[in-house]
Every structure is written in C-alpha cells, then in structure tokens.
Nanobody, 113 residues
Framework: QVQLVESGGGLVQAGGSLRLSCAAS??????????MGWYRQAPGKQRELVAV???????NYADSANGRFTISRDNAQNTVYLQMNSLKPEDTAVYYC?????WGRGTLVTVSS
C-alpha cells in the first residue's frame, strides 16, 4: 500500500535547473533501509536509470547525469529528491521515482532549447 508521488516537473529553459521531489506514504517501514532511484523515459525509448541512492547514502549516476544531477534522501520526511542543473533538451522525459517494488506515476520534465 505504499504510494510514491512525484512533483516538481515542468517546463524549463536549457541551462536551467529543476528540483524533483518524491514523497512516500502508506506502509513505508522499508523506506529507511531500501535504495531509491530516479528513472526516466522519453517517447519511443525504454526507461533508463538516472540516479540511485542507497540506504547508507551512497549514490550512483548515469553518465548522462553525473556532474549535473544530485540525488538525496530525507528519511525523516520520507522523501527523495533529484536536483537537476544545466538541463539539456535531451533530458526531456517523464521522470519516475522508484522504491522497490513500487513505482511512482511520473512527472514530466520538458527542457526547451
């Protein structure tokens, strides 16, 4: 019965920044001990990993995100964030929050050139 709700998507100009949030609710006893991630899916393409953060705070990034994006988690607020800087048009996609085995509904990020 865990639910993940993403927010913070929208339209942004290339070079700009955006911060995505994912709030977990319901039966979330596993939040503090589970890895969480952000994935994205562009039209006609498969869903791909953007960033992941473990329960211990270790982070990993896709090459396309490394150096521009930062994933973090606030266990007290049951929330994971994705700070996106220096956005490019190719970052345009629906971004999904993941807490195994739960997926959020996604939030659309559109980067204009």
């Amino acid at each position: 019965q865990v639910q993940l709700v993403e927010s913070g998507g929208g339209l942004v100009q290339a070079g700009g920044s955006l911060r995505l949030s994912c709030a977990a609710s319901g039966n979330i006893f596993s939040f503090r001990t589970s890895p969480m991630g952000w994935y994205r899916q562009a039209p006609g393409k498969q869903r791909e990993l953007v960033a992941v953060v473990t329960a211990g705070g270790n982070t990993n990034y896709a090459d396309s995100a490394n150096g521009r994006f930062t994933i973090s988690r606030d266990n007290a607020q049951n929330t994971v964030y994705l700070q996106m800087n220096s956005l490019k048009p190719e970052d345009t996609a629906v971004y999904y929050c993941w807490l195994a085995p739960i997926w959020g509904r996604g939030t659309l990020v559109t980067v204009s050139s």
